[in-house]
């Protein structure tokens, strides 16, 4: 009992134990999954990472040099990261910060 | 993996013999193998004794009565629920309203209609990722 | 007088949505229907698809045991390949099993706090959950969903900085829960409202075919961990179990557990670090594809995860089955409840450490 008492005690002085977001980003850990980024010129559009993505949120087109993720609908897993042949996919340890509006990440090469 | 084949009506005298034996059920899966020009159904039960494990394998073509197996095991109520709800199996003196609300277009979405074309009742998720799953 | 109570599935002290109709006798519940599904998803249709891409979808089932079902999963299409995962592989994969069943279960203790009404408790007990939060954020890159495992091994190693943070948060948190322990099993009221309610005996606990803790507070030395995979047999592992049965025993069962856990990740670090570093992952040729099916059991926080997979040869699976331990432990409320007091229910169901989208899929 008065393990908790001598807690409530301490919390009652200590500072905050939130954070206020989204004016202090939030700290992540290192190599941690954040959000999808993608080297841009070493892509080669080969559409492996699209085909291995288990959400369908990779969309790559050869044809017009385009490649496009839904950042929404990504669930950070990294598969797309596993197959790429240039390696140029790659994560941000910075997760995506809350927005206003959805939009897509897209490059064209 | 090996089972044992068994027949739909010795079933529920094996539930009761293997209940003796001091085996607990596991689970029932039910799968869908039907081709075009036939429907066949194979329904497993898993046994565990400890360490062993034992499975039955009961075929059906999914549209006769089938037994149920609630009175040998009290647990098998959720999971032959959802034998029929899944794959439309009519199992015996259970409703199958577990999972899908009465409401839901989809009925039996594990269960592959014959003459309807497979196409129709995909999920597209290789082609579009805007259609959400039904 | 008699009374029907619908309860849920939105409701303050449900941790999860499912539905309970109650026949009340005055204050004391007679009997009960259940009703879940609050959760469907469908998620055994989506299964059939390419098996690799299914290792991602699994640990979605649920947010708190999802390292399990990838490992489950992954240890039946191994068995179907006939894959030798490498042993560095199977030392990390039991140790991201030991500490998700560590935070899933410090999770649940705060629920309880919560639903005894003693909210600071739940409070300590979350903060402290935080600790191996981070510390898994650490080791697989994210808090939950880790995608961690894939046929054949797992996708990350644990180099020697996270092998020594991992340390760290393990003696803190075993520090931490000593404490938080101490009030849960030795106080008054506690005690009062928990022991003797809710009882469940051994014989309906086999008849229902309950798994995990809640078996294991009746009575039933039932742990799958037994079985002898990853490499379980090499950290002595021993099941724990009580005999009351009731409330009380289940919540002690788990915070005996988390002790064992403690030991055991403390062990397959020393592994770690002494046997040195070595392949994670086998690989895998495209054209090597699963044919067969496989029954696998694996012990999740909860209780006995079953997954059953049947594959045909190619990518796509033919039927993946997953029966989880609440889809069990949860039809126990109709035996358990039944004589107990109407403000005994959300203590009662937070014992059974109810998971609905495991349940529901
Ligand atoms: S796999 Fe790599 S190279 Fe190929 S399209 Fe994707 S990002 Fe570009
Ligand atoms: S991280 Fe996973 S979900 Fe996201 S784009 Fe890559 S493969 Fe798809």
Redesign the pocket.
């Given at each position: 009992m008065l393990t908790m008492l001598k807690n409530a005690i301490l919390n009652l002085v200590k500072p905050s134990a939130t954070i206020n977001y989204p004016f202090t980003p939030i700290p992540s850990a290192k190599e941690a999954r954040g959000a999808l980024k993608?080297d841009g010129p070493?892509?080669?559009?080969?559409?492996?990472?699209?085909k291995a993505c288990p959400a369908q949120a990779?969309q790559?087109s050869r044809a017009d040099k385009h490649?496009e993720v839904d950042p929404y609908q990504c669930v950070n897993c990294g598969a797309?990261v596993d197959?790429?042949?240039?390696k140029?996919?790659g994560f941000e340890e910075k997760y995506t910060a809350a927005a206003q509006k959805k939009s897509n990440v897209e490059f064209n090469g | 993996m090996r089972t044992e084949e068994t027949k739909k009506e010795n079933l529920v005298a094996q539930a009761y013999e293997m209940k003796k034996e001091g085996w607990r059920l596991v689970c029932i899966t039910g799968t869908d193998l039907s081709t075009d020009s036939e429907q066949k159904m194979e329904v497993l039960y898993h046994f565990a004794r400890e360490n062993e494990v034992r499975h039955l394998r009961v075929e059906t073509d999914g549209t006769e009565n089938y037994p149920s197996i609630l009175s040998a095991y009290a647990n098998a109520l959720f999971l032959e629920n959802e034998l029929k709800e899944m794959l439309g199996i009519p199992v015996d003196g259970i409703k199958g309203e577990l999972l899908l609300r009465l409401e839901d277009e989809v009925k039996a979405p594990l269960k592959r209609l014959r003459g309807v074309s497979y196409e129709t009742r995909e999920i597209k998720v290789e082609k579009n990722a805007e259609v959400a799953p039904q | 007088m008699k009374t029907v109570i619908p309860f849920g599935p939105q409701h303050p002290v449900l941790p999860e949505p499912f539905h309970v109709k109650l026949h009340m006798e005055g204050e004391t519940i007679e009997g009960l229907d259940l009703q879940v599904g609050y959760c469907h998803r469908g998620l055994e249709r989506i299964f059939q698809t390419d098996y690799k891409k299914v290792t991602f979808l699994i640990e979605r089932i649920c947010g708190i045991c999802s390292f399990l079902h990838t490992l489950g999963y992954v240890r039946a299409v191994e068995e179907i390949m006939e894959l030798t995962v490498p042993r560095r592989a199977l030392i990390i994969r039991t140790i991201m099993a030991e500490l998700e069943r560590i935070h899933s279960h410090l999770l649940i203790i705060g629920l309880y706090g919560d639903a005894l009404g003693y909210e600071n408790y739940f409070m300590q007990s979350w903060r402290d959950r935080e600790l191996v939060m981070e510390l898994l954020e650490y080791i697989s890159g994210n808090r939950v969903n880790y995608a961690m495992n894939q046929v054949g091994g797992v996708r990350r190693d644990l180099d020697e900085d996270r092998v020594k943070a991992a340390h760290k948060a393990i003696d803190e948190l075993e520090k931490r829960t000593g404490d938080i322990s101490k009030v849960l099993l030795n106080d008054v009221s506690i005690k009062l409202r928990t022991q003797g309610i809710a009882k469940l005996s051994k014989e309906d606990a086999i008849a229902l075919g309950t798994v995990g803790p809640v078996a294991r507070a009746s009575g039933v030395a039932y742990d799958v961990r037994n079985t002898g995979y990853l490499i379980y047999p090499e950290l002595n592992f021993k099941p724990i179990w009580e005999t009351a049965g009731d409330n009380y025993a289940r919540m002690q069962v788990r915070i005996r557990e988390l002790f064992e856990s403690y030991r055991m990740v403390r062990e397959a670090l020393k592994l770690l670090e002494t046997e040195g570093s070595g392949e994670i992952m086998l690989a895998i040729k495209p054209n090597q594809r699963p044919n067969g099916q496989a029954f696998v059991r694996t012990e999740a926080p909860r209780g006995e995860c079953f997954h059953y997979v049947k594959a045909n040869g190619t990518p796509d699976l033919e039927r993946v089955r997953v029966r989880t331990p609440t889809y069990a432990n949860i039809y126990a409320l109709t035996k358990m409840l039944p004589g107990a007091d109407l403000a005994d229910l959300p203590v009662a169901v937070v014992t059974i450490d109810p998971c609905l989208s495991c349940t529901d899929r």
């Amino acid at each position: 009992m008065l393990t908790m008492l001598k807690n409530a005690i301490l919390n009652l002085v200590k500072p905050s134990a939130t954070i206020n977001y989204p004016f202090t980003p939030i700290p992540s850990a290192k190599e941690a999954r954040g959000a999808l980024k993608i080297d841009g010129p070493l892509c080669i559009f080969c559409g492996l990472c699209s085909k291995a993505c288990p959400a369908q949120a990779i969309q790559v087109s050869r044809a017009d040099k385009h490649w496009e993720v839904d950042p929404y609908q990504c669930v950070n897993c990294g598969a797309c990261v596993d197959v790429c042949p240039k390696k140029c996919l790659g994560f941000e340890e910075k997760y995506t910060a809350a927005a206003q509006k959805k939009s897509n990440v897209e490059f064209n090469g | 993996m090996r089972t044992e084949e068994t027949k739909k009506e010795n079933l529920v005298a094996q539930a009761y013999e293997m209940k003796k034996e001091g085996w607990r059920l596991v689970c029932i899966t039910g799968t869908d193998l039907s081709t075009d020009s036939e429907q066949k159904m194979e329904v497993l039960y898993h046994f565990a004794r400890e360490n062993e494990v034992r499975h039955l394998r009961v075929e059906t073509d999914g549209t006769e009565n089938y037994p149920s197996i609630l009175s040998a095991y009290a647990n098998a109520l959720f999971l032959e629920n959802e034998l029929k709800e899944m794959l439309g199996i009519p199992v015996d003196g259970i409703k199958g309203e577990l999972l899908l609300r009465l409401e839901d277009e989809v009925k039996a979405p594990l269960k592959r209609l014959r003459g309807v074309s497979y196409e129709t009742r995909e999920i597209k998720v290789e082609k579009n990722a805007e259609v959400a799953p039904q | 007088m008699k009374t029907v109570i619908p309860f849920g599935p939105q409701h303050p002290v449900l941790p999860e949505p499912f539905h309970v109709k109650l026949h009340m006798e005055g204050e004391t519940i007679e009997g009960l229907d259940l009703q879940v599904g609050y959760c469907h998803r469908g998620l055994e249709r989506i299964f059939q698809t390419d098996y690799k891409k299914v290792t991602f979808l699994i640990e979605r089932i649920c947010g708190i045991c999802s390292f399990l079902h990838t490992l489950g999963y992954v240890r039946a299409v191994e068995e179907i390949m006939e894959l030798t995962v490498p042993r560095r592989a199977l030392i990390i994969r039991t140790i991201m099993a030991e500490l998700e069943r560590i935070h899933s279960h410090l999770l649940i203790i705060g629920l309880y706090g919560d639903a005894l009404g003693y909210e600071n408790y739940f409070m300590q007990s979350w903060r402290d959950r935080e600790l191996v939060m981070e510390l898994l954020e650490y080791i697989s890159g994210n808090r939950v969903n880790y995608a961690m495992n894939q046929v054949g091994g797992v996708r990350r190693d644990l180099d020697e900085d996270r092998v020594k943070a991992a340390h760290k948060a393990i003696d803190e948190l075993e520090k931490r829960t000593g404490d938080i322990s101490k009030v849960l099993l030795n106080d008054v009221s506690i005690k009062l409202r928990t022991q003797g309610i809710a009882k469940l005996s051994k014989e309906d606990a086999i008849a229902l075919g309950t798994v995990g803790p809640v078996a294991r507070a009746s009575g039933v030395a039932y742990d799958v961990r037994n079985t002898g995979y990853l490499i379980y047999p090499e950290l002595n592992f021993k099941p724990i179990w009580e005999t009351a049965g009731d409330n009380y025993a289940r919540m002690q069962v788990r915070i005996r557990e988390l002790f064992e856990s403690y030991r055991m990740v403390r062990e397959a670090l020393k592994l770690l670090e002494t046997e040195g570093s070595g392949e994670i992952m086998l690989a895998i040729k495209p054209n090597q594809r699963p044919n067969g099916q496989a029954f696998v059991r694996t012990e999740a926080p909860r209780g006995e995860c079953f997954h059953y997979v049947k594959a045909n040869g190619t990518p796509d699976l033919e039927r993946v089955r997953v029966r989880t331990p609440t889809y069990a432990n949860i039809y126990a409320l109709t035996k358990m409840l039944p004589g107990a007091d109407l403000a005994d229910l959300p203590v009662a169901v937070v014992t059974i450490d109810p998971c609905l989208s495991c349940t529901d899929r």
